[in-house]
Nanobody, 126 residues
Framework: QVQLVESGGGLVQAGGSLRLSCAAS????????MGWFRQAPGKEREFVAG????????EYADSVQGRFTISRDNAKNTLYLQIDSLKPEDTAVYYC???????????????????WGQGTQVTVSS
């Protein structure tokens, strides 16, 4: 297991940007595929962005493609999500998660992730 703590959320106007961070501790962070998910009020948790173990493969939800960028710094044990051109529909609690040890594949199914952070709120005003 790995412990995860998100930060960087906040209130921002539409069109603005945020960078979310996810600090990891415990087991070796670089071993795991990583992902970002979000959950809006009254909706199910959904996949936003993911990265394989090596960091060489990334995938995004269609709704965020071209606006969100996932990255990782294994030396700092930190996962990032750069969010640009924010829209009101991006309002949600954002979670980072650690998944299986997989190279070349991005896991989009939340049940396959074994460790989760507590979430950080992102609110976008119109």
């Amino acid at each position: 297991q790995v412990q995860l703590v998100e930060s960087g959320g906040g209130l921002v106007q539409a069109g603005g940007s945020l960078r979310l961070s996810c600090a990891a501790s415990g087991r070796i962070f670089s071993m795991y595929a990583m992902g970002w998910f979000r959950q809006a009020p009254g909706k199910e948790r959904e996949f936003v962005a993911g990265m394989d173990t090596s960091g060489g493969v990334t995938e995004y939800a269609d709704s965020v493609q071209g606006r969100f960028t996932i990255s990782r710094d294994n030396a700092k044990n930190t996962l990032y999500l750069q969010i640009d051109s924010l829209k009101p529909e991006d309002t949600a609690v954002y979670y980072c998660a650690a998944g299986p040890i997989l190279d070349g594949i991005v896991v989009k199914i939340s049940s396959l992730y074994h460790s989760w952070g507590q979430g950080t709120q992102v609110t976008v005003s119109s």
